[in-house]
């Protein structure tokens, strides 16, 4: 192979081998990739058993997160333009701590479903699929 495509196929093998397109680079991470690593992020979420569903965002930042305003939404949700779960006056989030979000007003499937974490602005800020 020619030298100088050894470092691009070096770099290229280690982002997907290690990030890829999967949710399961470390646990410990939320596996996310280091660029992804700031602000707040889904970190998981539980589809079933129905009973356990809930959301669990992480604070990649130092300083605590407000999360007033800021909302999840399933896929139908997001399709339909309602239906989402709006965060309160007494949510937040402590830097580099996760927060288990349920009561949730959709269910999540099984699977082909894509949570979606919008901020307080209505922008998307991450989403995570099954
Ligand atoms: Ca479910
Ligand atoms: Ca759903």
Redesign the pocket.
Known sequence: MPKHLVMPLAIFAAIFSACGSSNDCDADLCGLCPADQSGVKICSFV????TD?SVTLKNYNAATAALSGWSLWDSDALSNGTGQKTLGASDSVEGGQTLTVGGLPF????SDETITLKNSSGAVAHQRSN
Do not use: L, V
């Open positions: 589809a079933n058993p129905p569903e269910n999540i499937g099984d």
